[in-house]
């Protein structure tokens, strides 16, 4: 795979305790993301450890294809975030649909990753909870949309609202 120059390596969800294919992507000083699914917290937590934080980041998962929405657990990007302060966390969706993906970046993953197809239709796996190229679209602008909308938290009067508060607002005084 080096012979390609990749920009990074995915350890997939399966090969989360592959101590030996672990060292092997270390090796290649390539940054590193981790894939979380069929994993529990101490596993997590003990691959972290041998890896290091070092050009790492950190996906929430849940390996079932597709993957019904109550078993998302989108809070464990809050989780991990908490966990590994200063690490890029983010979410790997295996669901039907889009708007959990979106909910993932709301709830502050830095990144997502959603398998991508011609046809959700065709023989396979992971095809039915992947997404076309329709589908891939949309999710990227709602995602840009939600990272727009979501602001700074710092409440002000837009220029937008000036003209709406001129006409419609009414100042009531005390007699």
Same mark, same amino acid.
């Given at each position: 795979?080096?012979?390609?120059?990749?920009?990074?390596?995915?350890?997939?969800?399966?090969?989360?305790?592959?101590?030996?294919?672990?060292?092997?992507?270390?090796?290649? =000083?390539?940054?590193?993301?981790?894939? !979380?699914?069929?994993?529990?917290? /101490?596993?997590?937590?003990?691959?972290?450890?041998?890896? =290091?934080?070092?050009?790492?980041?950190?996906?929430?998962? !849940?390996?079932?294809?597709?993957?019904?929405? /109550?078993?998302?657990?989108?809070?464990?990007?809050? #989780?991990? /975030?908490?966990?590994?302060?200063?690490? @890029?966390?983010?979410?790997? =969706?295996?669901?039907? =649909?889009?708007?959990?993906?979106? #909910?993932?970046?709301?709830? %502050?993953? *830095?990144?997502?990753?959603?398998?991508? !197809?011609?046809?959700?239709?065709?023989? %396979?796996?992971?095809?039915?909870?992947?997404?076309?190229?329709?589908?891939?679209?949309?999710?990227?602008?709602?995602?840009?949309? *939600?990272?727009? %909308?979501?602001?700074?938290?710092?409440?002000?009067?837009?220029?937008?609202?000036?003209? @709406?508060?001129?006409?419609?607002?009414?100042?009531? *005084?005390?007699?």
């Amino acid at each position: 795979m080096e012979q390609f120059q990749p920009v990074l390596y995915k350890m997939a969800s399966a090969s989360l305790t592959d101590k030996p294919l672990l060292d092997r992507v270390r090796a290649t =000083g390539r940054p590193l993301m981790l894939s !979380t699914g069929m994993s529990t917290q /101490q596993e997590i937590t003990d691959a972290v450890a041998y890896v =290091g934080l070092d050009n790492l980041m950190i996906a929430h998962s !849940t390996s079932a294809y597709p993957c019904p929405p /109550q078993e998302l657990n989108l809070r464990m990007v809050q #989780t991990l /975030q908490a966990q590994f302060p200063g690490t @890029p966390i983010g979410y790997s =969706g295996h669901e039907t =649909g889009l708007s959990t993906t979106v #909910t993932a970046v709301a709830l %502050g993953a *830095t990144f997502v990753e959603r398998h991508f !197809t011609l046809d959700r239709a065709m023989w %396979g796996s992971d095809h039915a909870a992947s997404v076309e190229p329709g589908g891939m679209a949309k999710l990227v602008r709602d995602i840009r949309d *939600t990272e727009a %909308g979501l602001g700074d938290g710092v409440k002000v009067v837009y220029e937008s609202e000036k003209e @709406p508060l001129r006409r419609l607002r009414r100042e009531v *005084t005390a007699a």
